[in-house]
């Protein structure tokens, strides 16, 4: 069981909100009411402390929703032995199962959630997770919440949403792997603000044979001018750091903070907020949360969450500072284009996550939505081979970074 509700001193969201990290922290939990310790934050990075939360398992809070420009709860649980946890029914919730395997029981339903797959939990809705030894979920928890019916979503699924030439949801370039669970039609959580967010899945691969930055470095180059980010990292491998840019911003002769090692037990933040006192204004708009991850001998494998939530239209731009474009500069014909052609794969999704966590896939396999599924799967191997086949090409060995995320076409 969880530990008991208990008041918090009105100073203590004070002391959180200057940073000061020399002394420990308790806060009580809105979305759970349970007592929980606050992560340190070190220039950008929360690095996780984990404490006690439960029988079986241990909890490392990471944002609270009450200092957090989103205004969402965000934390890890990792089981070291058999355990049960509930999240509160007062919020909704983003659960993921990022290792080992979780047992869901929600309306008398019994459910298996496998690694790599994410579930929305709306308002009102009693939900238990029972996990063994070795399993770790993430957790985000939501006040504001627009969705009503609970969604499970299964990357076997997401990452058949494809046709001709077009990804949808599972977006493969030379840089990274982008699972887009979560996106701003999807009916899930909002900020604070009132903006829907996005829930997404992210690899980004080694930077070698990347464009340079200023400094010479192969680097991923990114500037959220439009939103803010968290990056919970979970699967690291190789020397991995991100740096953040200091304002004022410039094409020439930026200044940098230092590069910060990311590990398997951090998160980075990209947490200056619209209308903030780091936001820079610039004819070309507002600027803010410039910043570049290196990644040399291995991969960064992250989930991470988008306010406002990106479209899925977007794209960044190779070797520039890029952003998702802002709603409002999206062609609204494109955009129904694109919401047309993910509604009918996001009922496929849907309904075969729900079916194989219910043990009953078998029974979708002579349906539309399978053999949907199987198209899409198709299409998306097709565009995969295609932009290996041009990455060899070019000679660079790009595509060999991207040999262990290609997607089989049998769909295993």
Same mark, same amino acid.
């Given at each position: 069981m969880d530990a008991p509700r208990a008041a918090v001193p009105d100073d203590l969201f004070v002391l959180v909100a200057q #940073?000061?990290?020399?002394?420990?922290? %308790?806060?009580?939990?809105?979305?759970?009411?349970?007592?929980?310790t606050?992560?340190?934050?070190?220039? #950008?990075?929360?690095?996780?402390?984990?404490?006690?939360g439960g029988v079986g398992y241990e909890r490392a809070v990471i944002i609270d929703a009450t200092t957090a420009p989103e205004g969402l709860d965000v934390e890890r649980l990792r089981f070291t032995g058999a355990g049960q946890w509930s999240p509160g029914e007062q919020a909704g919730h983003f659960v993921s199962v990022l290792e080992g395997s979780a047992r869901l029981r929600i309306a008398g339903a019994d459910l298996v959630l496998a690694r790599d797959v994410?579930?929305?939990?709306?308002?009102?809705?009693?939900?238990t997770f029972e996990c063994d030894a070795g399993s770790e979920l993430a957790h985000v928890a939501s006040t504001r919440v627009r969705g009503e019916r609970?969604?499970?979503?299964?990357?076997?699924?997401v990452r058949a949403c494809a046709e001709a030439e077009h990804s949808l949801r599972w977006t493969l370039t030379p840089q990274y792997l982008s699972r887009r669970v979560f996106l701003h039609h999807d009916p899930t959580l909002l900020s604070k603000s009132g903006d829907p967010v996005s829930w997404f899945h992210t690899t980004m691969f080694d930077t070698e044979g990347l464009l340079p930055n200023q400094d010479g470095e192969a680097v991923f180059k990114m500037s959220y001018n439009s939103r803010t980010e968290f990056?919970?990292?979970?699967?690291?491998?190789?020397?991995?750091?991100v740096r953040f840019a200091e304002h004022p911003y410039r094409d020439d002769g930026q200044l940098w903070g230092p590069w910060l090692v990311i590990d398997g037990d951090?998160? %980075?933040?990209?947490?200056?907020?619209?209308?903030?006192?780091?936001?820079e204004r610039a004819p070309s708009g507002t600027l803010r949360n410039k910043h570049e991850v290196y990644a040399l001998g291995g991969h960064v494998t992250l989930v991470c969450l988008f306010d406002p939530a990106p479209t899925g239209v977007e794209r960044h731009r190779p070797g520039e500072y890029s952003d998702y474009e802002p709603l409002g500069n999206i062609?609204?014909?494109?955009?129904a284009r694109h919401l047309d052609a993910c509604k009918k794969f996001d009922e496929m999704i849907d309904v075969l996550s729900l079916a194989k966590a219910r043990g009953a896939l078998e029974e979708q396999r002579q349906t539309e939505l399978y053999r949907l599924y199987e198209a899409g799967l198709s299409a998306q191997h097709k565009i995969e081979s295609e932009l290996c086949a041009k990455l060899r090409s070019e000679g660079l060995g790009r595509e060999r970074a991207l040999a262990t995320w290609l997607v089989s076409p049998e769909g295993s």
């Amino acid at each position: 069981m969880d530990a008991p509700r208990a008041a918090v001193p009105d100073d203590l969201f004070v002391l959180v909100a200057q #940073g000061n990290a020399s002394r420990q922290h %308790y806060w009580c939990c809105r979305a759970t009411g349970s007592l929980l310790t606050l992560c340190r934050p070190m220039s #950008g990075i929360i690095r996780n402390e984990w404490r006690a939360g439960g029988v079986g398992y241990e909890r490392a809070v990471i944002i609270d929703a009450t200092t957090a420009p989103e205004g969402l709860d965000v934390e890890r649980l990792r089981f070291t032995g058999a355990g049960q946890w509930s999240p509160g029914e007062q919020a909704g919730h983003f659960v993921s199962v990022l290792e080992g395997s979780a047992r869901l029981r929600i309306a008398g339903a019994d459910l298996v959630l496998a690694r790599d797959v994410h579930v929305f939990i709306p308002l009102g809705a009693s939900v238990t997770f029972e996990c063994d030894a070795g399993s770790e979920l993430a957790h985000v928890a939501s006040t504001r919440v627009r969705g009503e019916r609970f969604l499970v979503r299964d990357e076997r699924f997401v990452r058949a949403c494809a046709e001709a030439e077009h990804s949808l949801r599972w977006t493969l370039t030379p840089q990274y792997l982008s699972r887009r669970v979560f996106l701003h039609h999807d009916p899930t959580l909002l900020s604070k603000s009132g903006d829907p967010v996005s829930w997404f899945h992210t690899t980004m691969f080694d930077t070698e044979g990347l464009l340079p930055n200023q400094d010479g470095e192969a680097v991923f180059k990114m500037s959220y001018n439009s939103r803010t980010e968290f990056n919970l990292c979970y699967d690291v491998k190789g020397d991995a750091r991100v740096r953040f840019a200091e304002h004022p911003y410039r094409d020439d002769g930026q200044l940098w903070g230092p590069w910060l090692v990311i590990d398997g037990d951090s998160t %980075y933040r990209l947490d200056e907020a619209r209308g903030g006192p780091e936001e820079e204004r610039a004819p070309s708009g507002t600027l803010r949360n410039k910043h570049e991850v290196y990644a040399l001998g291995g991969h960064v494998t992250l989930v991470c969450l988008f306010d406002p939530a990106p479209t899925g239209v977007e794209r960044h731009r190779p070797g520039e500072y890029s952003d998702y474009e802002p709603l409002g500069n999206i062609p609204r014909e494109h955009l129904a284009r694109h919401l047309d052609a993910c509604k009918k794969f996001d009922e496929m999704i849907d309904v075969l996550s729900l079916a194989k966590a219910r043990g009953a896939l078998e029974e979708q396999r002579q349906t539309e939505l399978y053999r949907l599924y199987e198209a899409g799967l198709s299409a998306q191997h097709k565009i995969e081979s295609e932009l290996c086949a041009k990455l060899r090409s070019e000679g660079l060995g790009r595509e060999r970074a991207l040999a262990t995320w290609l997607v089989s076409p049998e769909g295993s």
